[in-house]
């Protein structure tokens, strides 16, 4: 696996945000929050990559390697727009179900009372909307 330069990873994010229809600004704000640029990343749940995909979830999309910087944005960024769909464009229940899922979501008909994903949600939003 070759080492990226934050310079790498953020025209890879420009580049899959643009071909998706997804704000660069809110993958970043979203990346930041999960992985910290950081690639290899994985996390105690197993989720792995800049945009912390769950094993499940990165097989769903087709993400072979979520190792892989290309691979891993445009499995997430695919995702992020398909909670986006789901949730008729909110970005908070997005953001959300991006973070719980989108049962927890549904269940809880919003943002679910996690301190974890209400927090999560919180500083996205901050990033993004700064």
Do not use: C, W
């Not at 934050?6 to 992985?35: F, P, T, W």
């Not at 789901?86 to 049962?103: E, M, Q, S, T």
């Amino acid at each position: 696996n070759k080492n990226y330069s934050r310079q790498e990873i953020s025209s890879i994010i420009s580049e899959i945000s643009s071909k998706h229809g997804v704000s660069e600004k809110l993958v970043n704000a979203l990346i930041k929050q999960e992985s910290g640029f950081n690639p290899t990343v994985v996390s105690k749940a197993g989720a792995t990559g800049l945009m912390q995909l769950m094993p499940e979830t990165a097989k769903n999309l087709g993400v072979t390697d979520p190792k892989d910087p290309k691979q891993n944005v445009d499995g997430g960024v695919r995702y992020l727009k398909s909670m986006m769909k789901r949730y008729n464009g909110n970005l908070i229940l997005a953001l959300a179900a991006y973070n719980a899922g989108p049962g927890a979501v549904d269940k809880y008909g919003g943002v679910p009372p996690y301190k974890e994903t209400q927090n999560y949600v919180k500083n996205i939003l901050a990033n993004y909307l700064k």
